[in-house]
Structure formats: C-alpha cells, structure tokens
C-alpha cells in the first residue's frame, strides 16, 4: 500500500508496517506527488479537495488535526473516500498555552486573574478543556457556542451570546473555520465587535487566523484602543504582517498545541481509524514516561508561571516568529519554524513536589493529572 504523508507528522512508523510511507512537504503537496497513492495523512497546511485528489487512487485521508476546514468533506464523501481526524489530541498543549498567556497578559497589565471574568468562545474540547482550567485559575468564566446550544448543551456552563460578553476581561476563542450557515466564523470578531473591545481587555486567539479580522484589529491596536494582545494564528498564514506581529503582546508561528505528547495522539489517532478502516488490530500505541521532578513552590501567580515556563516559553517563540519575519522568505520561515519545532512535552510528564498555597491547588491538581 502507498501512503503519502506529511513529514511533519510524528508516530508514522506505525503506517511502515503498513506500507511504503512516502514523507512530503505538506503545505506544497501536488497532485503528481500522489501518484498511486491509496492513503494520505495531512497537516492543516494541505488543503484536500478535488483540485489535489482528481483521478487519484487516494480511498483514505486522515488530518492529524483538530480542525477539517482545509478539507473538502463533501467531496469526499461524494467519491466514498474515508475521512478521519484527531479532534482533541491537542487539547491539553492548548490548555496549557492560553493558561500561561493569560498569567503573561495579566502581569503586563499588573492584574490578577483571581475574580476576573473571561468568555471562552467556542465548547468544543478544546475549548471545554480552557474553560475548565480557567475556572480552576480563579477565574468567572462565562462561554459562548450557539451550535452547541441549539444541541441542547447542559453542560456546568450558561451559554450567552457572543455579543453579551464583549465586556469580559478575557476573551478567548475555540472555535472552528466556517463561511456559511447560521454560525459562520470567518471575521467572528469583525470591526463592528472589535470596536467595542477596550485597552484594559484583553484577547487570545489559539483556533484559526481568520476568526479575527486581522486588519480591523491592527487598526484598533494602532489607534491604542485595542485589547491586549496574544495570537497564535493569523489569517494571511503563513505570512504574519509584520505591523501586526508589533502590536501584540505576544506571537506564535500557529504552534499552540505542538506539545510532543498532542502531535503524536493525532498521528495515533489516525492509525487507529486507518486500522479500523482496513478491519485490522491496531499495535498498542508507545508509552512513555519521564521522572523529572518539579519543587518549584506556587504561592502566586508568578510562581504559577515559573511552574508553566519550565515545559514551555512562550516568549521563545515570540522571539524566534520575530527572528524569521526579517528572513528573505518570511512565509518558508514560518513553515520551517513548525517543522523543526523543538521538543516540547506537556506539564504531567514532570512529577510535582513542591508546596502549594490554597488558591492555586485546583489549577495545579489540573496541570499535573494524568493525560
């Protein structure tokens, strides 16, 4: 069997027993690449229609990703090719980076994240996940997912409109790509709604670029009127605008849930449904352990952070997207920058031995409970 995949993917060498995995450039996968390939596992850099696909072999896509808008769903099932993704599977490294984006936001802005409100929009597992955790941070969240709603959600939380909780301290967004229907996504934020944002708001965007539009938002930031800023997508991917990228608090080359741990449950997650698709028993995924102890003491928000910064920095890949915006071609930088990103493993790899002051206990009982 030949399978075409993206390099960037972790884990193939389940698929080797499989077959001859052939390794791509995702982001500039052509039709003549597939050649006869009768399985394709993607990133969200590829986009999967009928312009890639069109006389190909091609029975099975899988996207180790959450999101499916770079994937032409109807056009699969039209020719009987089985679909699969990875919702969730980097749900806990999102968690993680918004938790550590809103301590950084907070201490720029000399605010505590005890008491304040923050909509997390969009209840999906990522999302639901966030919410959670900043409820665990001392934070009143407030949530927002009509399509959800119009399910019959009866989750812990009272589902509002989004424009009702423009006002929030915080505004986070988990919500997918979407251009039609009653609850299209595309400029979710659009100028009308960012206007109403305020200097002392603050807003962290983890999900698809497009969701904010990103010119109305330099314009309000520009003008001094904008929230506080951190971005981890952009909506002229892979290119980040430079003026933009200066506004901001904060920004990452769409990395949010690169954790070592997230990559690797989306490849398995794919090779689970792959096995399932040709009715065969799936090899038991690898274990892997670490005995690395943490006895940073957490009696603050600070400390809080420390704990966070010792699996991850954020402003490392602030640094490094800043770096590559100089390069001679900023769009292959950013690429290459989420392609040879470094290892970087989710908090409950680490065993915690350090004492903990009564408000913080929730949200560190979160970080370092089993996966």
Not at 209 to 233: H, K
Not at 287 to 311: F, G, R, W
Not at 313 to 333: I, M, N, T, V, Y
Not at 356 to 364: D, F, L, V
Request: charge should be negative; charged fraction near 20%; hydrophobic fraction near 40%.
């Amino acid at each position: 069997m030949q399978i075409i995949a993206d390099a960037n993917m972790p884990g193939l060498e389940a698929f080797d027993a499989m077959g001859t995995v052939t390794r791509v450039d995702g982001r500039s996968l052509t039709r003549q690449q597939l050649g006869d390939a009768e399985v394709l596992l993607v990133r969200s850099v590829t986009r999967v229609d009928a312009r890639l696909l069109a006389g190909s072999r091609v029975r099975f896509v899988g996207s180790a990703t959450i999101g499916t808008d770079h994937v032409d769903l109807g056009y699969l099932q039209e020719l009987g090719i089985r679909f699969a993704h990875a919702p969730g599977c980097n749900a806990r490294a999102v968690a993680e980076y918004v938790l550590q984006a809103v301590l950084r936001l907070c201490q720029a802005g000399n605010r505590s994240p005890l008491g304040a409100t923050a909509a997390v929009v969009g209840l999906g597992n990522v999302g639901h996940r966030v919410a959670y955790w900043l409820s665990d941070l001392g934070m009143s969240v407030r949530a927002c997912d009509p399509p959800l709603e119009e399910q019959g959600y009866e989750g812990p939380y009272e589902l509002e409109p989004l424009d009702a909780m423009l006002d929030a301290d915080l505004i986070s967004l988990h919500v997918p790509l979407t251009d039609s229907g009653n609850h299209a996504t595309r400029h979710l934020l659009d100028a009308g709604r960012l206007s109403r944002l305020s200097s002392s708001q603050m807003l962290i965007n983890t999900c698809r670029g497009p969701v904010i539009d990103n010119q109305a938002l330099l314009a309000e930031l520009d003008a001094g009127r904008g929230p506080a800023t951190i971005l981890d997508v952009w909506e002229t991917e892979p290119l980040v605008p430079p003026a933009l990228f200066r506004q901001v608090l904060l920004g990452s080359p769409h990395i949010a849930g690169y954790s070592a741990e997230g990559k690797l449950k989306g490849t398995q997650m794919l090779y689970q449904a792959f096995c399932d698709w040709l009715g065969v028993t799936a090899q038991p995924a690898p274990v892997s352990a670490s005995n690395e102890i943490i006895t940073q003491p957490v009696a603050s928000e600070e400390d809080l952070l420390k704990v966070l910064q010792i699996a991850y920095q954020l402003s490392e890949d602030h640094r490094r997207l800043g770096d590559s915006l100089a390069s001679a071609d900023p769009g292959k930088a950013f690429d290459r920058l989420r392609k040879e990103y470094p290892l970087r493993h989710e908090l409950h790899d680490w065993h915690y031995q350090g004492d903990i002051a009564a408000p913080w206990q929730p949200i560190m009982r979160r970080l370092f409970a089993p996966a």
